[in-house]
């Protein structure tokens, strides 16, 4: 299988993006990695000797920034690297794409230049949000719509448990619906049209989850709109973050607790890095007509090569297949 | 001034309702509470010697529980302890209510039995949330409407401001929008209706505000629809829960852990409160034709004391006399 990778997006540049293909070429025989930027930055960072076998570089004069705005750049920058990645899917030349760039830029890239599957009205972007125990949840859509429709979160429910089954085995992934009450009528308006329809959905419907209740484990896919998606998202981090800074801050209050702060600290740094959702992987793009994954802006070499890791595997599994015709089966259903 | 008490209300029932009209009595010669539930129930937990002079019971009955569907209950249940304080709000012999009960039925109590101001389309409970520094915010709407026009918003936003400027002494609340982004042009239709609204409003409009930068304290009143705070306030609560369950395991591991942990606990205990948002005091129901205090249901004695202190303050400050002028101002301007 061929992986484009977008060696100019994310924060490091070329420097992470091929130091993470160089280490996924070496662990996968089967993965050819396509490098696609400016060669002349791209270069520098292959071994003296050349490159392997599986590397090759696709050249793109042109990057995306990250204060582009997103529909307007991939429409005028045709040979942008992101945007060439997606032309290379469209056009069959490779069988995923990776990033690190603009998110929005790469939505539109996915809507734009490779497509989405027949019947899906809105992809959604689906990363996993951590777990107390460390096994997370899918989350979707966090961010590609501001507004759903309830028909919106229905696909997105079968995409997300699709993903889930596909990709990470889980047999029967239990999807719940965010809301503000566990009950059957809760929520608003949108929530209470979506309720029914994914009763009767080829899922295995678990109902309505609170925010509180997800970092403990209550679903395998958890079902929103952007919006309210963002702000659990974004509340999630905000909360987490704040009370670790409190935390460091009572640590380094005096001598006596930074001694009992070293103690403790190998634990908690455990559990800070479960806590901490860009670890988790890439996130999918849902519903396109290709294999689309955004890597956090952040993003180090082996985040790169875990993102490769899930790009096989959607690959071997079908993934894109599978979704078409578990939402075609609904449709026609 | 005539305060009522749900006597009946909250986990604890007269128990710590009693006992906080009684500290509050003695506070302040100026307040009359007037404890409405079962005189049989309320009369033994009121001192040997009889009631303070500025203490009386007005007997009612029913009880609304916690379970009950609000409006029905309201309805139906007509000599409910909350009720009678609704009717003596209406009938004008009570200034405010304090009530530990079913947030759904208050609501129903204030909307059908107190009534809303002129012009108000949808009250709000508007309670406040933590910030590190302990200062907080007000949030609203906090889960009295599940969905929001953008008008709704906009008094939201007018109502909240008032209330921190009467109640909290704040000459310029400034007044933030939920949001998934802090430029102008972010959101969904909601949010991107509501913007310029706020922008031409009789309020300091700081404008969106992301979740993450809430506990930064980015402003002093919150504007979000019933459903968006309700995910934003569970999953503040349940992420910073998680946090202290984790450094609760930590702390135990060993030995020396909780040697360690207990050098460290006294900041931490501190840092808990301040991020407790049921510590920050009752929540108003704004938009209502007088003054409607919700109580944590877990209120102990002194949190009833300080409801009395809120409903003092917003009574003399003359905060619905203000809430109406300052929206129906924006009406006919």
Redesign the interface.
Known sequence: MRIAIDAMGGDHGPAMTVAGALLAAKEWNDAHIVLVGDEALITPHLPAGGAPSNVTIHHASDVIAGDDEPVRAVRRKKDASMVVCGRLIREGAADAMISAGNTGALMATGLLIVGRIDGIERPALAPMLPT?DGSGFLALDL?AN??STEHNLLQYAIMGSVYRNKVHGISKPRVGL?N?GTEAGK???L?KAAFPLLEQAPIHFVGNV???????GSCDVLVC????G??????????????????K???T?SF??K???A??KP??TA?KQK?DYTEHGAAPLLGIDGLVLKCHGSSDSNAFKNAVRQARIAHTSGLVGAISSETSRKRDG
Chains 1, 2 share one sequence.
């Open positions: 107390m961010g501001m507004d965010l503000v929520g608003n308006e929530t609170e925010a509180r209740d997800l970092l403990h709109d952007g919006f309210a963002n702000i659990l998202l974004k509340a999630m981090e905000g909360t987490a973050g704040a009370v670790f800074k409190a935390l801050t009572e640590f209050r006596i607790s001694l009992a702060a103690i403790l634990g908690l559990f806590m």
